[in-house]
């Protein structure tokens, strides 16, 4: 072989392992998570296992809640199983990053979240609502003038709250959530703020006050998310939300869960 010929051997062997390479990590960018649960079977599917009533121990110590019946939901329209994996608020998306769940159950939409997760529509509602007893009348933020109002320290809740209540309302703040529903429904504080997960424990106990919302303060909707670049997941999990509205599936989850039927425009 000439000196010429071997170097068009080598420039040949090159080229072609140079294909090979570009080939081989075009096929493992386009390795898609959907693909992958149904060849599996199963997916993974994060979430809280302590957030009632979205999730938590039931008293068989099954974990039971929204976002179990959301993630079985998923699964059967995708005919696969759905297996529950425990997270943080910590170490959710580098679980979802690394591949260690498929999805995400209880997320909120932010710009800084989109640019590392794929958002779906929205499938829970979340939102913070002034609660109080039947007989008192309170309509709008300047009715709040007077009355006494339990809040958890800290929490956005408070925050909320504090921006719009009149300068005589006397807001109370409380270490943690037991403080605040206490307080509430000892009758210490006429009203209390709280998200509607907090809320919808409190109309689960049908304490004799007969809590309802009076109104809200901010609206903030849950949403699932998947690794980014997941489109056709992404769109599925759309697809299974848009049949559950239409046959009322979803809307049944949140009157069994959150205690509220899902607002009309949901």
């Known amino acids: 072989m000439t000196l010429s010929q071997s170097r068009r051997t080598t420039l040949v062997q090159g080229l072609a392992l140079t294909i090979a390479l570009i080939t081989g990590g075009a096929g493992l960018a386009n390795a898609d998570a959907l693909d992958d649960i149904t060849k599996a079977g199963t997916i993974r599917i994060?979430?809280?296992?302590?957030?009632?009533?979205?999730?938590?121990?039931?008293?068989?110590?099954?974990?039971?809640?929204y976002d179990v019946d959301m993630a079985n939901a998923l699964a059967k329209a995708l005919g696969v199983k759905a297996e529950l994996v425990g997270i943080t608020g910590q170490n959710r998306i580098p679980y979802l990053s690394e591949g260690k769940v498929d999805a995400l159950l209880s997320i909120g939409f932010s710009d800084e979240r989109a640019q590392v997760v794929d958002f779906?529509?929205?499938?829970?509602?979340?939102?913070?609502?002034?609660?109080?007893?039947?007989?008192?009348?309170?309509?709008?933020?300047?009715?709040?003038?007077?009355?006494?109002i339990a809040v958890n320290r800290g929490t956005l809740e408070d925050t909320e709250v504090t921006k719009v209540a009149p300068a005589d309302a006397d807001i109370q703040r409380y270490n943690d959530y037991n403080g605040v529903i206490s307080a509430f429904?000892?009758?210490?504080?006429?009203?209390?703020?709280?998200g509607n997960d907090?809320?919808?424990?409190?109309?689960?106990?049908?304490p004799?006050?007969?809590p309802e919302e009076k109104f809200l303060l901010l609206t903030?909707?849950?949403?699932?998310?998947?690794?980014?670049?997941?489109?056709?997941?992404?769109?599925?999990?759309?697809?299974?939300?848009v049949g559950m509205k239409k046959d009322g599936s979803l809307?049944?989850?949140?009157?069994?869960?959150?205690?509220q039927p899902l607002a009309k425009d949901f």
Request: glycine residues 8%.
């Open 46 to 65: 994060g979430i809280f296992e302590d957030f009632p009533p979205f999730a938590s121990l039931g008293s068989d110590m099954k974990i039971q809640g």
């Open 120 to 148: 779906t529509d929205p499938y829970a509602p979340y939102y913070i609502a002034v609660m109080g007893p039947a007989e008192v009348q309170v309509k709008e933020a300047a009715d709040l003038a007077g009355k006494t």
């Open 185 to 194: 429904l000892s009758g210490q504080a006429q009203l209390m703020v709280v």
């Open 198 to 206: 907090v809320g919808a424990t409190i109309l689960a106990k049908n």
């Open 208 to 210: 004799a006050i007969k």
């Open 220 to 241: 903030s909707p849950s949403n699932m998310a998947v690794k980014k670049g997941e489109t056709r997941l992404q769109q599925k999990m759309n697809e299974i939300l």
């Open 251 to 259: 809307n049944e989850m949140a009157v069994k869960w959150l205690k």
